[in-house]
């Protein structure tokens, strides 16, 4: 039996939140178990969480302190399934999630995975998603050439919901709680030490809210020189101002 427990950080993810909650009662075959995770949300995020009580295994934390590092590695000490799998509310996830996670960590040699997202609002947003799908080889390719071609190196971001064992999530610490932004990113440098990191062939959607805000341009800009400035070496506190919340 394969035990996915699925972490779920929020703050004020009201508007999203519930349609997420929706879809993973679709799972087959189920979760393990679900935590949202909370930092503090003051727009009902919480209630609504509480009120979704009909899904078997959903937990409610609320963290004293917001920071998806923090809150996501509160989920996952709480957690008693043998892979985790962290996804953001407002992703929507295939209804075979747990299958194609097992099967993926079923291989030794891969230590993480995550899926192709697809940015998506009214339309799908097909640059953008284009452009997040490469920068996962492109970056790095340029920048650690060498974990690229010997260790299977790829750089994974919270839109493609990526998944681990727990085991070697802890050995590598699991998130960086110092870090406001490009979490992810740090782990799979970690979980590279255990093994190849792969994006699998299936699709989640995400909001498209942040690039609805910046525009598909700007947030392409941003987005690109984010992950380039931060894998050379630029702290992550100095990125974050230039990715802020969205709602």
């Not at 972490?7 to 508007?15: M, Y």
């Not at 920068?135 to 650690?144: C, D, E, G, H, I």
């Amino acid at each position: 039996m394969v035990r996915v427990s699925i972490v779920i950080p929020t703050l004020n993810e009201a508007a999203v939140l519930p349609r997420t909650l929706r879809h993973l009662q679709l799972l087959d075959p189920p979760a393990w178990e679900i935590y949202v995770v909370d930092g503090g949300s003051q727009d009902g995020t919480i209630e609504l969480a509480i009120a979704a009580n009909q899904i078997t295994n959903l937990k409610v934390i609320q963290s004293e302190q917001a920071g998806r590092s923090v809150q996501m590695n509160q989920g996952a000490a709480a957690a008693t399934g043998d892979l985790l799998c962290f996804l953001h509310a407002d992703t929507l996830v295939p209804d075979d999630l747990v299958a194609v996670i097992g099967r993926t960590l079923a291989d030794s040699t891969i230590a993480a995975g995550g899926f192709i997202s697809l940015m998506t609002g009214e339309n799908i947003r097909w640059g953008i998603s284009l452009h997040n799908f490469l920068k996962t080889y492109y970056a790095p390719l340029l920048f650690r050439p060498h974990l690229f071609f010997a260790k299977g190196m790829r750089l994974l971001f919270g839109d493609q919901v990526i998944f681990c064992r727990r085991q070697q999530f802890w050995q590598c610490s699991g998130f960086d709680p110092t870090l406001p932004i490009m979490e992810e990113a740090d782990l799979c440098l970690k979980l590279n030490q255990h093994g190849k990191i792969r994006q699998v062939n299936r699709v989640v959607h995400s909001s498209d809210r942040r690039v609805a805000h910046w525009g598909a341009w700007k947030a392409t800009g941003i987005y690109m020189a984010i992950g380039l400035l931060w894998i050379s070496g630029v702290p992550a506190t100095t990125l974050k101002q230039f990715y802020q919340e969205i709602r």
